[in-house]
């Protein structure tokens, strides 16, 4: 079985500063972990993925996460917030690689302000 | 990346009738979908699972005479809610992957039952 806590449902940040939403899993076999993207009305747009090698790892818009077994957790920062980043975000988690049977969080909504 | 089309992206219909959604995989062969309910401000819900050309795998708590999902081809796979009731109002979201592809979500469905 595998979870995701997301902790936080709103995170709100000024532009510009650093973004970090948090995720810790549970999972009793190596997880693969995603973060994901959602905007108001829309789909999931995948920010990147971890599944095998470097723990730290890049994404689309100048997010990444980084694997730390240690924690559990697979936290996403962004070094500088832009307007556009305000969304809802999701963590999730499945045992293999190509996002099967996805275990999402809860989601934590960004708000980024002027 | 893969494009996956999700129809309609909004619908109302009244109770009591049928209502189906379409989820298609535009660039590349779909041999597993999935389908989620998101309800507002929460998280993702995996309703079902669907192989091409096999009858579908449903959640713990999903009614399958309810929620009658189709993949008959490995392009398409359908979602009709029977006999919609005001509590199936929702975001319905699919999501499709070929034999080693990751995961890729269509833009979502709205569901109003009135």
């Not at chain 1, 999402?104 to 002027?114: A, D, K, M, P, S």
């Not at chain 2, 819900?45 to 009858?55: I, V």
Request: charged share 15%; proline share 4%.
């Amino acid at each position: 079985a595998q979870s995701v806590t997301q902790l936080g449902s709103h995170v709100s940040v000024s532009e510009g500063a650093l973004v970090l939403l948090r995720c810790n899993y549970s999972s009793s076999v190596p997880p693969y972990l995603f973060w994901y993207v959602q905007y108001p009305n829309q789909g999931l747009q995948l920010l990147l993925k971890y599944t095998t090698g470097a723990t730290l790892v890049k994404g689309i818009n100048g997010f990444e996460a980084e694997f730390k077994k240690s924690e559990t957790s697979f936290h996403l920062t962004k070094p500088s917030a832009h307007m556009s980043d305000a969304a809802e975000y999701f963590c999730a988690v499945t045992t293999t690689g190509t996002a099967s049977k996805l275990t999402f969080g809860t989601g934590t909504r960004l708000q980024v302000t002027l | 990346g893969a494009v996956v089309s999700q129809h309609p992206s909004r619908v109302i219909c009244k109770s009591g009738t049928s209502v189906k959604i379409e989820c298609r995989s535009l660039d590349f062969q779909a041999t597993t979908m999935f389908w989620y309910r998101q309800f507002p401000k929460q998280s993702l819900m995996l309703m079902a699972t669907s192989n091409e050309g096999s009858k579908a795998t449903y959640e713990q708590g999903v009614e399958k005479d309810k929620f009658l999902i189709n993949h008959a081809s490995l392009t398409l796979s359908t979602l009709t809610v029977t006999s919609a009731h005001p509590e199936d109002s929702s975001f319905y979201i699919c999501s499709a992957r070929g034999p080693e592809t990751e995961a890729f979500f269509g833009q979502g469905t709205r569901l109003t039952v009135v």
